[in-house]
């Protein structure tokens, strides 16, 4: 007879890939398919919603480390919100001369 043992975090060790396998299985999951939305919204989410999700959005980005990240919510009948983030470095790697001038383009004064 076996008992039971708890386990706590601390007894599982990381586990660290060296390469990518390609999953060649059937599929885990049906495809999912979004709602379709008569209207999106043009309204942005409560301030509060918005801080919940700039704070999870940068410890996400912190704990993958990505050199680019960007996410959106948008929840029917109450508001949008997004955000992108990339380090300069990645953005000059990608771009080149272009990533220097990234962000500085401005619309020509109406007249």
Do not use: N
């Amino acid at each position: 007879m076996a008992l039971p043992v708890a386990a706590s975090a601390a007894d599982y060790k990381p586990v660290v890939c060296t390469s990518a396998v390609t999953y060649a299985g059937a599929p885990l999951h049906p495809p999912v398919a979004p709602p379709l939305l008569g209207e999106v919204p043009k309204d942005k989410l409560d301030p509060e919603a918005v801080a919940r999700l700039e704070a999870a959005f940068a410890q996400a980005k912190a704990a993958t480390k990505a050199p680019a990240m960007t996410a959106a919510v948008l929840i029917p009948g109450k508001g949008g919100w997004s955000s992108h983030r990339q380090r300069r470095a990645a953005a000059d790697a990608v771009l080149g001369q272009r990533g220097q001038e990234f962000g500085r383009h401005r619309r020509p004064a109406a007249g």
